[in-house]
Every structure is written in structure tokens, then in C-alpha cells.
């Protein structure tokens, strides 16, 4: 999923609260629990009603983790994403022989 940096509303300091975030979790992904997490996931999406607080924002492997080899941050993304989305198609239909 790409970002539309003109609907991206992000605090000016992002930058100081994500670091934050890196150093006090010491960088272990709060998805797979090992180190070197290198990006800040919002525990609650923006979208449902999360913030930018501290106690909102964990780290996560945005590149692949060097020891399972998860793209956490873009693995939850995509699953919030789809669970995001308004099921398609037609409501099923009762079996002709059951009327």
C-alpha cells in the first residue's frame, strides 16, 4: 500500500516520536519479537480511531526480519486492509429446492 502524502496527516515532530518508539522498545518488532525493526507501526490504525501517542506507536520489520524472514509492518497493513474492505459480489441465493 502506498501512502498519498497530500491525505498523510502526520504530527511535525513524527520523526522525534517514531525514534522514540526504536529506543524505548530497543528496536524488537512487537509483531515477531525479534530485533532490528526498523519502522513504527501504530498498534491501533489512525483509521480506527488510534493516535500518534506514544503508547500507540511499537516497531516493526518493514524489511524482511533477519531472523524469520516476516514483513511485519507490511504483512498487518495488508491485513487490516482487507478487513477494511466492504465484501463484493451477490448475497447467496436459496437453493431452489429448499423454497
Same mark, same amino acid.
Not at 507501526?41 to 480511531?49: C, F, M, Q
Given at each position: 500500500?502506498?501512502?498519498d502524502s497530500s491525505?498523510? *496527516? *502526520?504530527?511535525t515532530d513524527w520523526l522525534k516520536r517514531k525514534a522514540? +518508539?526504536?529506543r524505548d522498545h530497543a528496536g524488537r518488532c512487537h509483531l515477531c519479537? %525479534? =530485533?532490528? =525493526? &526498523?519502522q513504527v507501526? %501504530?498498534?491501533?490504525? *489512525? +483509521?480506527?480511531?488510534g493516535t500518534h501517542e506514544? /503508547? /500507540?506507536l511499537a516497531p516493526a520489520h518493514g524489511l524482511p526480519c533477519p531472523t524469520c524472514g516476516r514483513r511485519c509492518h507490511t504483512d498487518k497493513?495488508? +491485513? &487490516?486492509s482487507l478487513l477494511a474492505r466492504p465484501r463484493?459480489?451477490?448475497t447467496p441465493e436459496r437453493h431452489p429446492g429448499l423454497l
Open positions: 500500500m502506498t501512502w491525505k498523510r *496527516v *502526520v504530527p522514540r +518508539a526504536l519479537g %525479534h =530485533a532490528g =525493526a &526498523e507501526d %501504530h498498534i491501533l490504525n *489512525v +483509521a480506527r480511531g506514544p /503508547n /500507540n497493513t495488508q +491485513a &487490516e463484493m459480489g451477490r
